[in-house]
T-cell receptor, first 113, second 110 residues
Framework: DADVTQTPRNRITKTGKRIMLECSQT?????MYWYRQDPGLGLQLIYY???????NKGEISDGYSVSRQAQAKFSLSLESAIPNQTALYFC????????????FGPGTRLTVL | DQQVKQNSPSLSVQEGRISILNCDYT??????FLWYKKYPAEGPTFLIS?????DKNEDGRFTVFLNKSAKHLSLHIVPSQPGDSAVYFC?????????FGKGTRLHILP
């Protein structure tokens, strides 16, 4: 079984809809991250959480919110989806700060029509 | 304002030869650098990293070189193998953030 899982793997939705992407991990890591990747671009950090009570904004948090329901679960919400949020979304975990390798989930491909 | 740049979108290398992927950064606060490899339909996987206190780190066929004065790092893969065909991302961390480059697509030719 994968250490970092993301659901759904693919989602097509319409402008204005609320969408939640979920991430679960079995690695026992405290730190979890959400990234988006646009075609031809690198990964951009949306939000990160260093423990259940700690949530921080990344480079591109506008239009997104997150919830850390437990050490193992970190969900990303788009309150009112818009077409330029069409992207590939990755969840990642690490057992240390920025100096430690991150373990990524397989990604969620989101299309907003 | 790209703080981490991978100026070559793609690179083709003959199997068995050396692959060299380059990365430049602008923020002198970055003090740890990582390379990730990504196959289609999968998440990135960690490959190798280097701290700013070192100028070289080696792991099997993979070596990362850091030139702090030039704010430049490179990943060397020797010898290149077909399974190395993937997108490679450089990442720089420090100053309470991590920034990824846009990636370089490496094609290993038979």
């Amino acid at each position: 079984d994968a250490d970092v899982t993301q659901t759904p793997r693919n989602r097509i939705t319409k402008t204005g809809k609320r969408i939640m992407l979920e991430c679960s991990q079995t690695k026992g890591h405290d730190r979890m991250y959400w990234y988006r990747q646009d075609p031809g671009l690198g990964l951009q950090l949306i939000y990160y959480s260093f423990d259940v009570k700690d949530i921080n904004k990344g480079e591109i948090s506008d239009g997104y919110s997150v919830s850390r329901q437990a050490q193992a679960k970190f969900s990303l919400s788009l309150e009112s989806a818009i077409p330029n949020q069409t992207a590939l979304y990755f969840c990642a975990t690490s057992d240390g700060g920025w100096l430690r390798e991150q373990f990524f989930g397989p990604g969620t491909r989101l299309t907003v029509l | 304002d790209q703080q981490v740049k991978q100026n070559s979108p793609s690179l083709s290398v003959q199997e068995g030869r050396i692959s060299i992927l380059n990365c430049d950064y602008t923020n002198s606060m970055f003090d740890y650098f990582l390379w990730y490899k990504k196959y289609p339909a999968e998440g990135p996987t960690f490959l190798i990293s280097i701290s700013s206190i070192k100028d070289k780190n080696e792991d099997g066929r993979f070596t990362v070189f850091l030139n702090k004065s030039a704010k430049h790092l490179s990943l060397h893969i020797v010898p290149s193998q077909p399974g190395d065909s993937a997108v490679y991302f450089c990442a720089a961390s420090g100053d309470d953030k991590i920034i990824f480059g846009k990636g370089t697509r490496l094609h290993i030719l038979p």
